[in-house]
């Protein structure tokens, strides 16, 4: 079966209108008689990100709750000769880094549910557009991953307590090895485990390094696949996500400010990762996303809102400072 060539190359506003329709029904309804279906041919992939899905509501909530041992550090290093101060430091600080351990590996398995779906939004013979009203229930799953790792960046870049207490547990572990003492919580998270770690952590953007990582060697890992299948699929969420934020029609479909913001997390998400897989990005005349009206359409909702989102637009895309983007971008920027 070929591919419809206008259906891959050019896109209208009609063929918007209908996709955005489709999404206000499978992205934003809460009854589950309207939530999307898996046919039998997304089955394998629907249960297996589903999992992961119901896992990342408690990774979420645990990282909501995340208040760090920062008391507990500070008497410590203030006191450095007072044994009992360095127990309790370290007993506050190790359930913790067991619990930022199961979010960088829950990070590995979100990584393995994206690449999934990519393969199945994007194979042949159908184009994105055609794949996102077929595969409803995929698309749905696409936009809920997105939403949590905008959600999860958040939520980690206004905590500074997860690298204080990741930073003072290394340095114990440091310390100890070299007075040759093993401690217990090694065994757990050892060295090769830590560097990890810390690398991950390290990015204001952990999981959406993560996933832009995954998307980008997807992309080159599938070398007969056209880049523009992945980018199509990309830059069509994107749009439609613009769509809906922007019309009156289907923002008053809209239960509440959660709803919003679901849909604002997954037009930035998709963005980044687009700008991260086309060669020459998303804010180039020649992209396929509409920077402008996307930037608009954040910046008209309220600051304290939508800051994390601008700023993830800032400073994890890779070609914002690119001399092919125009000044009128950047200062919208600013």
Known sequence: MSR???????????????????????LFQSSSSLDAQPTEAETAVWNQVSAV?????????????????????????????DLQLQEKAWNAVCPLVAKL???????????????SLLEALTSPPYAPMQHLERE????????????????????KMTNPAIQN????YRRTISRNRLNNQQL???????????????LFYAEATPMLKTLSNATTKF????????IEDTTDCLSTMACVCRVMLETPEYRCRFTNTDTMLF???????????????????????????????????????????????????????????DDSTSKQIRALLQ
């Open 219 to 226: 992309v080159s890992e599938n070398k007969t696949l056209p």
């Open 101 to 115: 351990k199961r979010f960088y590996e829950f990070s590995l398995r979100l990584e393995n549910a994206l690449r």
């Open 53 to 81: 899905l119901e896992e990342a509501h408690g990774i979420l909530a645990e990282l909501q709750s995340y208040n760090g041992a920062g008391q507990e550090i500070r008497e410590a290093i203030q006191n450095p000769g």
């Open 263 to 321: 849909c604002m997390r997954v037009m930035v998400g998709v963005i980044i990762l687009y700008d991260h897989v086309h060669p020459v990005g998303a804010f180039a005349k020649t992209s396929k996303i509409d920077m402008k009206g996307c930037i608009k359409v954040l910046k008209e909702q309220p600051s304290n809102s939508v800051e994390g989102l601008l700023n993830a637009l800032r400073y994890t895309t890779r070609h914002l400072n």
């Open 4 to 26: 419809p060539g206008p259906l891959r190359r050019v896109v209208t506003v009609q063929i918007y209108d209908y996709i955005a329709k489709i999404f206000v029904l499978i």
């Open 136 to 155: 409803q229930a995929l698309a749905k799953q696409f936009a809920e991953i997105l939403h949590f790792t905008l959600s999860f960046d958040e939520l």
């Open 165 to 168: 207490d990741f930073s003072y």
């Open 184 to 198: 217990e919580a090694e065994n757990e998270v050892n060295n090769e485990m830590a560097n990890r770690m810390s």
